[in-house]
């Protein structure tokens, strides 16, 4: 039961910033920058990790062809 507790407030906790940061950024650069800063920042984490791959990949395909 303590972990479910644990859970709910942090996710409470999660969601105060979220809200927060976004009514601060509203008032401090606009709705549209602010927008398009979370938005920026939803895609960096979903498609980060692909993209990372995806460097990594022709690093190495490079690397091999420079050695050949």
């Known amino acids: 039961m303590r972990r479910d507790e644990q859970q709910a407030l942090a996710i409470t906790i999660g969601l105060l910033?979220?809200?927060?940061?976004?009514?601060?950024g509203d008032a401090l650069v606009?709705?549209?920058?602010t927008f398009a800063a979370a938005v920026s920042l939803v895609?960096?984490?979903y498609?980060?990790?692909?993209?990372?791959?995806?460097?990594?990949?022709?690093?190495?395909?490079?690397?091999?062809?420079?050695?050949?």
């Open 17 to 24: 910033l979220l809200v927060g940061g976004v009514l601060l």
């Open 30 to 33: 606009g709705p549209w920058l």
């Open 47 to 68: 498609l980060g990790p692909t993209l990372v791959r995806e460097l990594t990949i022709r690093r190495f395909a490079r690397k091999l062809r420079r050695h050949q």
């Open 43 to 45: 895609l960096l984490y």
